[in-house]
């Protein structure tokens, strides 16, 4: 452990950050975070990734700048929990999701597909990795978590989440369990507001801290907050982000909890439109948290830094307080450090047919058929199909637009021949609509995939429309309607009468196989449904 005494008050500040940047090169304002602030840590979004190659590249660069201006390792990070939320999903083996995990149901599957992934992740010179989420889903309104969490089981979650965090570790990267203590339970998204989670001490007990408890006692390096509201933890309306009651009090001193704390990004509306972001970074400090996170904007990293170092300078926060924090973080360092030369050898390892296996394997298992009637599956191979994919069109801060060649149709296509498939938005429009009623004429098997079709009342609206006109057909001409759930396992409550709906938590191509094979008889699913539909 290196000795504090000797180091300025903004070389321990600087430890204490995460930043984001633009591009696929450091760019003039990182560069100076990391020269003259001496910040500690790097996060990538999908605006940083190119190839694998590009990558390695990059996160070399970074640190032979950080190399140049200090001692001390370079933290990389990124959210690569798999499935939906995977800012590489390129020239990889991309792990399959949560979600997907939780419908296999097994702890072996969870522990491989982060070490899969984290191998990857490292050999990117990447060595944190904000997953797992240990968020227990059990509403199905929640616009943030769904499929990120592995379902709504507490039992379950910390199972597979304890298998995962060791799975990381592993792979020497530096898993973050999140978002403590507990997002599932909400109806609203941080990244737009300010979420509450009412229940008492009791069920949250009982429901929300089950998984932390176990990632705890597996000594994951991180544990990253929620910018939600727990009153009865705090009642004074503070985000569980600012809470010295929850981070302090429960998580410290109850759980008994000494890695460290990172917040969820600042700039998420639950702070920056509240008390901002400088500030922010201050009152999570006083709260009991280790490292701010602030993903984007060079004004506002440099403004969160100027706050503490304020904040230490008029006593507001100790300098022991940050000692505390310095000290936790370069223990993980020195455990999880990355040399400059190390990801050199990245494509032997990268997208390697061992990996990919895993992948394909896990979907193969969670894959799952909740509803079949009316000899709706398998699909015949002797009659023509319809597929209607919904195309994402739109980047929100949880749905990305994914470029990829695959779609269902193309995957079924493979096994039973003659599909045509027709493309509508996510929001298909009323145009939309009728040109699928149109096309769909005449096809005695229509495949509808729907993402987050429980949200969308363009994709509502289609599905009903096509069991309305099957209402009114003859017997002989009526379509066996299928539904194909992209992503959102609730989807199904908005139409409950389709005849098949099959579950596949995601709509990346090794599940896309996967359920064309269960669709097409090639394959017999044996994935569970890892949370409770809610169907009449």
């Not at 990267?173 to 008492?200: L, N, Q, R, W």
């Not at 045509?420 to 298909?428: A, F, L, R, S, T």
């Not at 596949?504 to 090639?522: D, H, I, Q, T, V």
Request: charged share 20%; net charge negative.
């Amino acid at each position: 452990m290196k000795d504090l005494s000797s180091w300025s008050l903004k070389e321990k500040i600087g430890q204490l950050l995460i930043c984001g940047f633009d591009g696929y090169e450091p760019t003039e304002g990182i560069s100076e975070l990391i020269k003259d602030y001496k910040l500690g840590g790097i996060i990538y979004f999908r605006r940083n990734i190119g190839t694998h190659q590009e990558v390695a590249a990059l996160s070399a660069k970074l640190r032979s700048i950080a190399a140049e201006a200090s001692d001390v390792p370079l933290t990389i990070s990124i959210d690569q929990e798999g499935g939906m939320v995977s800012r590489i999903d390129g020239d990889i083996a991309l792990m399959p999701g949560n979600m997907t995990v939780g419908a296999t149901g097994s702890a072996d599957y969870a522990y491989e597909s982060a070490r899969v992934s984290g191998v990857e992740l490292r050999a990117m010179g990447i060595n944190m990795n904000f997953a797992p989420c240990l968020d227990v889903n059990n509403n199905g309104s929640n616009p943030v978590i769904g499929v990120r969490s592995f379902g709504e089981s507490p039992s379950l979650v910390a199972k597979l989440g304890r298998a995962a965090v060791e799975g990381y570790q592993a792979a020497g990267v530096s898993p973050c369990a999140k978002h403590f203590p507990g997002h599932g339970d909400t109806t609203a998204d941080s990244h737009y507001e300010m979420p509450i989670v009412a229940h008492d001490g009791k069920r949250l007990d009982r429901v929300e801290l089950v998984p932390f408890r176990e990632a705890i006692k597996a000594e994951v390096d991180l544990i990253m907050t929620a910018h939600v509201m727990f009153p009865a933890y705090e009642p004074d309306g503070l985000p569980a982000t600012l809470s010295s009651k929850v981070l302090t009090g429960l998580l410290r001193e109850e759980l008994g909890y000494d890695g460290i704390i990172i917040t969820d990004c600042l700039e998420m509306n639950a702070i920056s439109a509240g008390v901002g972001v400088a500030k922010g970074a201050v009152m999570a400090l006083q709260a009991g948290a280790d490292i701010v996170l602030v993903s984007h904007r060079l004004d506002r990293q440099k403004a969160a830094f100027d706050a503490i170092h304020a904040a230490v300078l008029s006593g507001e926060l100790s300098e022991a307080r940050i000692d505390a924090s310095v000290e936790r973080i370069l223990r993980m360092k020195e455990k999880r450090k990355v040399e400059v030369s190390e990801a050199s050898n990245a494509s032997e390892w990268i997208a390697c047919e061992a990996h990919l296996a895993v992948a394909r394997e896990i979907c193969e298992h969670a894959v799952t058929i909740v509803k079949n009637e009316n000899g709706a599956l398998p699909l015949r191979k002797n009659e023509s199909a319809l597929v209607i994919w919904p195309e994402v069109r739109e980047n929100t801060e949880v749905i990305e637009v994914i470029e990829q060649e695959l779609t269902l149709g193309k995957a079924l296509a493979a096994y039973i021949g003659n599909v045509k498939e027709v493309v509508v938005g996510m929001e298909p429009t009323e145009s939309e609509i009728a040109m699928a009623l149109e096309e769909s004429n005449g096809y005695s098997q229509i495949i509808v995939g729907t993402y987050n079709g429980s949200f969308s009342s363009g994709q509502t609206r289609l599905v009903q429309a096509l069991l309305e006109r099957n209402k009114t057909a003859p017997e002989h001409n009526r379509a066996a309607i299928t539904v194909a759930m992209l992503r959102n396992p609730y989807d199904l409550q908005a139409f409950p009468e389709v005849d098949a709906c099959i579950a596949c938590y995601e709509n990346r191509p090794a599940m896309l196989e996967a359920a064309a094979k269960a669709a097409s008889g090639e394959l017999i699913p044996s994935g569970v449904l890892p949370v409770t539909l809610a169907l009449n």
